[in-house]
Each structure stands twice: as structure tokens, then as C-alpha cells.
């Protein structure tokens, strides 16, 4: 994981400069420092063979490091072509999709909740 972080950093910079810069530079600079400890820290415990928060941290990483690559592009969605301003859909489309967001949400999240406790409590086995 440690060599694919260095590969795409490489590749980025050499890429898009301007991007590589906004994520070490700009507003993904805490995101980038996340991602480089905790890619640290996965190392570490992968080579001293303890294995009980390597995944936590590897999904830690992860994340920061998109959300570093997001944050690195602001204000554009295609860097140097289009902004989030640009992209941004009516405000009337805009509301619209966030009610039916909430209203998904709403429906969707009781039966997950419900579905998880009655397997933990394995009463889905008979």
C-alpha cells in the first residue's frame, strides 16, 4: 500500500501539478498528512504482524486520500475547465434531490438497523 500511495502521488504530480499542489498545499493538506500517517502506521503494524487495526487504518487512508484528491481540485470539478458553480444544477432540481435523499434515507436506514439486530441476535437462522 506504502508503494501504490508513492506511485499515484508521482503520477499525479507529474499529471496535474496543480492538483498535486491544492492537495499538499491548499484545503487537502490535513487529508494528505492523514492518508501519509496512516499508510505509516498500516506499514508498521503489517510488518510487525499485528493485525487488529490494519483495516481501520487502511480504510482511514484511503479516504483521506480521496478526499485530499477532492479537495485539491476545489473550486473545479474538471480542473481548469469547469467549476462546482458551473456544474451546479438549479437551485429548485437541487432541492428536489435532496428531499428525496432524506426520504430514501428515512426508508431505508429503520430496515438496515432492523435487519442488523435481528442478525446479530441470530434470529434469521431458522
Known sequence: MLAVSLVVLVLIAAESPTVFHGMVAGLGLPFAITAVLAVL???????????????VLTVVGVGSFVFAWG????????????????????????ALLLGITVVALVLVVPSLLLLYTLDQRSALES
Request: aromatic residues 16%.
Open 41 to 55: 502506521a498500516v506499514a508498521t503494524l503489517m510488518w510487525r504482524r499485528v493485525y487488529r487495526w490494519y483495516r
Open 71 to 94: 479537495f485539491g481540485q476545489v473550486p473545479y470539478v474538471l480542473p481548469g475547465r469547469l467549476t462546482i458553480e458551473q456544474a451546479a444544477g438549479a437551485p429548485a432540481i437541487e
